[in-house]
């Protein structure tokens, strides 16, 4: 057979695939017939006009594939084929093999295609019955019979359709030939390793995992209900299957210049322990995802053109884990109890894995939303990864990029921002994660354009970030949650700031001051009568304003015990932000009287009385004191300073905790990143799930 090349144009013209979703049954011992249908080069869609276009040109073949398949059973065929390679694939040389990977390939796209299709327009239980289809004599006995009469093709249909009406219903949907499918699949991805002429049939695999399960895009029926969703979530290779999944995303290979390329001597055998840590010989792709302040949006495309497998198993690690997170979900047990491949075996871990490849590919990711999806839930409920994060010395290649999609927010959608948020909260609960950032300096931050700062510390740049984060928030978003996270991040690290930037402390007292002075006109808008008031907003009722009243005071009040925080346990270590309240003291004479701070300001009101009047002796002894002169007065207080005085407050702790019902964030959450960033375009106009912000 020769090989061709299949371009979208001539899809509907070709006799193999006209026959394929015709009336007559095609044996899987049809050798001859599968090698001409699967010789072929096929154009992968590559976005979603691309996906349009396939779409629009198979839609013929597949309505002819919907009407004859029940009878025929020529998907179950197909899908023997595919069975078989999978199989012979685990004993043939890379020589042996080039054709047979190619043949794979273009075997599990043409069942990708039909279950696509059959998803977007039917129902699970038709999908299943197409896999389960068996050829039914009796029906295609009818068809020839009434051909060889020379019946009309009108006539033909009407005797046909009379012995379907009696037949369709014996169809048996248990789901055992769609379970063998799925292993072979899960083998296929966790047993042949990855290399260049094999990358897109590992592509292939994921992708039609992905597609089986978007089947809850499509419909209402709740996931413990669908049989795809349980024969998927019952599978024995949770383990291997997770782990295979996550080495593909931390070694970011890049996809090939081509599709099945040459291959060298050597044999598939390698074992399901060996293929997973086998060495990749791929060319080194240019580093496109280096932090260089650029928004997700940018970077999405880039990493999913660039890394199509990385990409997509990270999406299906994010769907898989997200889904059935109230039961008893394998593959978020598999995810969270993980081990360092370097460590000694632990016999509870699901598997072990390369801690240090896991983290030097998420510094280079975590811009992208799925990346800090995935960063969350290693942290946040995996141990011993969140404990080889908190050990790590470049943990600035970790937040630096972090900060800086907080810092582009308008670049990002809200829901990233959020969870960027919550990764700076879970590691802030570490006292040594919040001293250490104070110990990493950094120099020349170029995308920080507020103000040029030639050195700070990266504790300094990430409260500066973190207050700038709240303040857009207040102008913008207004969600209240994320100004809890904001300021739980930053409780969780006061009683450890040290050596302060300038800039930092001035932008600490300035972030009370703004809060303060929206404060107090809100505080004058709900006193005044509206006939008396120069500005009536009609949309904002008294009950609103009263709320918003009440969440500011919680806000005002928590920056407050931030700065109390800090002066009760590293005032000798801060002059900077003592100089700074010294400076603006006047920004809390508002407050003192006001029932919900009177309490706390009094401690600060300690701090700058006791330097106020140590200043003015020296003053009165010296004359007029420059700023050095001031910052050695403040040097030598802090010496003699004790925190005793000061009365005492419990210590700011904040831990992150889960919503009840957290699927009800995530999983749409997940479907949007899958439909806006994945290599599998879905029909948008079909689409019943719930997506988050974004259409498909």
């Known amino acids: 057979m020769g090989i061709n090349v299949s371009r979208h144009a001539d899809l509907s013209a070709n006799e193999y695939l006209q026959r394929f979703v015709g009336r007559s049954h095609i044996p899987y011992e049809n050798v001859d017939y599968w090698n001409g249908i699967l010789n072929y080069h096929i154009t992968m869609p590559e976005n979603s006009q691309d996906q349009l276009n396939l779409d629009s040109r198979l839609e013929g073949l597949c309505q ?20 078989e390679k999978v199989s012979e694939l685990l004993s043939l040389s890379d020589q042996e093999s080039n054709r047979h990977i190619w043949q794979t390939f273009n075997a599990l796209f043409i069942i990708r295609c039909l279950v696509k299709y059959i998803i ?145 001597a050597g044999s598939f055998v390698f074992g399901i322990a ?94 992208i939303d799925q990346a800090t999806l995935l960063l969350y839930l290693l942290l946040h409920r995996n141990e011993r990864f969140y404990r080889y994060v908190m050990a790590q010395n470049d943990l600035e290649n970790l937040v630096i990029p972090i900060l800086q ?22 590691l802030s609960e570490d006292d040594s994660f919040n001293k250490n950032v104070h110990t990493i300096i950094l120099k020349n931050i170029s995308w920080y354009t507020e103000r040029t700062i030639s050195e700070i510390s990266l504790g300094g740049l990430l409260i500066l970030v973190v207050i700038r984060t709240i303040q857009y928030n207040m102008l913008k978003m207004r969600d209240k949650y994320l100004h809890t996270n904001c300021l739980a991040a930053l409780a969780n690290m006061s009683g450890q700031f040290r050596s302060l930037h300038p800039y930092v402390a001035q932008r600490l007292i300035s972030l009370f001051e703004t809060l303060a002075r929206k404060h107090t006109r809100l505080d004058t808008q709900l006193k005044e009568p509206v006939n008396n008031s120069v500005f009536v907003n009609v949309s904002t009722t008294p009950e609103d304003m009263l709320q918003d009243l009440t969440v500011l005071e919680e806000v005002l009040r928590m920056v407050l015990e931030i700065l109390n925080s800090c002066l009760s346990n590293q005032l000798v270590y801060c002059p900077n932000l003592v100089y700074t309240l010294l400076y603006k003291r006047s920004v809390f004479e508002g407050f003192r009287s006001h029932h919900a701070f009177q309490d706390i300001i009094q401690n600060i009101d300690m701090v700058v009385g006791f330097f106020s009047s140590r200043l003015q002796r020296v003053q009165e002894q010296r004359g007029e004191l420059g700023v050095n002169e001031v910052f050695e007065v403040i040097s030598k207080g802090a010496s003699q300073w004790s925190s005793d005085r000061l009365r005492k407050f419990p210590d700011l702790k904040f831990k992150y905790v889960e919503e009840d019902a957290p699927e009800e964030f995530f999983i749409p959450y997940v479907w949007t990143l899958v439909c806006k960033y994945g290599c599998v375009h879905f029909n948008s106009e079909s689409i019943k799930g719930v997506t988050t912000e974004i259409a498909c």
């Open 64 to 83: 002819s594939f919907l009407s004859n398949n029940l009878k025929t059973g020529n998907l179950g065929s197909l899908i023997t084929v595919f069975l």
């Open 120 to 264: 977007e327009t039917g129902s699970e239980f038709q999908l299943l019955q197409h896999f389960e289809a068996i050829p039914n004599a009796e029906l295609l006995r009818a068809e020839e019979e009434a051909a060889a009469a020379g019946a009309p093709p009108e006539s033909t249909a009407i005797a046909v359709e009379a012995v379907e009406d009696t037949t369709k219903t014996n169809i048996v949907v248990d789901g055992s030939k769609f379970e063998t499918f799925i292993d072979a699949i899960v083998n296929l991805i966790v047993v042949i390793p990855v290399k260049e002429f094999t990358y897109h049939l590992h592509l292939e695999a994921v992708n039609t995992i992905i597609t089986l399960l978007s089947v809850h895009l499509f419909t209402q029926q709740p996931t413990e209900k669908s049989i795809i969703f349980r024969t998927i979530y019952k599978c024995q290779h949770a383990n291997v299957l997770t782990s295979a999944l996550l080495h593909f995303v931390s070694r970011m290979v890049e996809v090939p210049s081509t599709m099945f390329g040459s291959s060298t």
């Open 274 to 367: 060996e293929s997973l840590l086998s060495i990749f010989s791929f060319r080194k792709q240019p580093d496109l995802l280096k932090s260089t302040g650029n928004s997700s949006i940018e970077l999405s495309p880039q990493f999913r053109d660039y890394y199509p497998l990385a990409n997509q198993s990270l999406l299906l690690i994010l769907i898989l884990t997200n889904h059935c997170s109230a039961k008893n979900n394998p593959y978020r047990t598999s995810l969270f109890n993980c081990a360092d491949s370097k460590d000694s075996p632990k016999d509870s871990a699901s598997f072990q894995i390369d801690f240090s490849a896991v983290y030097e590919t998420l510094c280079r990711i975590v811009t």
């Open 405 to 426: 999609t907080l810092y582009h927010a308008p670049d990002s959608t809200s829901h990233h921002i959020y969870m960027s948020l919550i990764v700076l909260l879970i």
